[in-house]
DNA sequence: GCAAAAGTGTTTCCCCTACACCCATGG
DNA sequence: CCATGGGTGTAGGGGAAACACTTTTGC
C-alpha cells in the first residue's frame, strides 16, 4: 500500500472573517467569477498549496481578501460530502476569522472580485455548502465568546467599556446590565485603563482600555478561566 | 483554474478511541506493521477513500477496529504540517470517540496488527504527529466532558451514579464529593430511574439509571446548558 | 439647558461547597 | 459481624442578577 497509489481528493481552505460594523456583526463574502454558482455569494477560499500548511493556506487567503497580515484565525472544522463540489471530489477545511474594521479600514474588493461586508442576520444564498459552514461558524463563535478572550479582537486596541460589552450583546444575542458587566469583567484584573479618553464624540467622553494579553496567558497557565 | 491541476495532499483520518479501563482511561493503540515507523505504535488510520465522506472513513477506521458499529465520535481537528508523514504530504482529519469497553467486550486485535489498550497517563512514545494528536483529542474531552453530556458514553447503557462520577473524575483529574455530584446530576432530570439493581457486588447494590437522549435533546432546544 | 452616553453601589437570592453518618448486602 | 460501597441533609459563603440616579460633555 504506497500513498500515492489513492486517488486523492482536492484540498481547499475556506474563511469565515467576522467584522464588526456600526450596530451589527458582518462577514466578509466574495461574488463568485466563474462556474459553478456564477454571480452567487461565496465565503472567500482557495486551494491548498502542496508544499503550505492548512494555517498558511488560511492566512494566505486571508491576507488577499482583507490586506491584513495578522489577525485572530481558528480552525473550525473540516467538510468532506462527496458532493459538496459540483466539479468532483472537494474537501474544505474552514477557519474563522476576527477582524478590527474600523482600525485598518478594510477593503474588500481589492482584488479581481467583488467583495462585501454582510450582516450576519441578513445573508445571502451561498454558494456550495458554505451556509453550513457559516453556520458552523457563527455556532462556535457564540459558544467561545464566553469563555475565551476573543471579543477584543473584534474591537481597536483601545477601546471602551461600552464598545466591549456591544460587542459581546451583538454576538450573545441578548442584552447584558451595564453595571454588571463591567464589575465582572474589571475584577478580572485583565485590562489596562489607559490615560486617554474617547475624542470626537458629543458627550462625556468614555476611559480606553486595552486588553493585557500577557497577564490573561499568565493566569490561564495558573489555572484561571475566563468567563462572561 | 481547474480543480484537477494542482497536486494533492493525501488525505487520511486518525481516531483517538477512548475506553474506560478498571481505574483508568485508556486509548486504543495499533502496532505498525511497516516504515515508516514500523514497531511503533500509532493511532488507528487509514485513507479517506475517494467516494466516502470523512466520517464514513472515520466510521469504517472505528468499526474494523473494534467491531464496534455505532459508537460516539466527532471530528476533532485537522493535522496538516508539510513533514508529519515522510512519505510525503498527507493531512489528517483526527476524530476522537468514545467506546463502552464493559458492555461490547472489544477485542483489539482481531485485524492482521497487533492492537492494545493503553492507559491514557502511560503512552509509549507515537508514531508521526501522533503524540500531540492525542494530546489535542485529551484537551477536548477534558474541556467537553464538563459541558456536554459525554461522559454517558463510556459506560453500558444501565449505569450507577457512582460510575458515572468515577467516569468524571478520571477525565476531569481530581474528585468530586459524592453528595454534590449525586445532587447536580440528578436535579439535571437527565437520568431514568430503572427497576433493577446492580448485581453480584458483595455489598448493597446500587440503583441503575439512564440517560435520558430525547429529553436532553427536548431541553437543549429549549435553551438549557449541562454542566458538571 | 438639553441630549446622550459614562459612570457608579447595594440588596437579594440562588447555587456551589463543605462536611459525617447510617444503611443494605454478601461473605 | 464485618467489610464494602450505597445513600442521604444542612448550613454558610460567594458570586450572579436586579435595579436608578448623577455626571460629564458637545452642541
Redesign the pocket.
Known sequence: MYIYDYPRPALTVDCIIFGLGENSLKVLLVERADEPFKGMWALPGGFVDINETIDAAARRELEEETGIQSMFMEQLYTFGDVHRDPRGRVVSVAYYALVNLSEYNVQPGSDAHRAEWHEVSQLPPLAFDHTLIFETALKRLKGKVRYQPIGFELLPEKF????L?RVYELIIGKE?????F???I??MGLLIELPE???????????LYKFDKAKYRQLEAEGFMF?I
Open positions: 471602551a467599556l461600552s464598545q460589552q447584558l446590565d451595564k453595571r454588571n463591567r464589575k465582572k474589571l475584577s479618553r474617547q475624542k470626537g464624540v458629543s458627550h462625556r467622553a468614555a476611559k468567563e
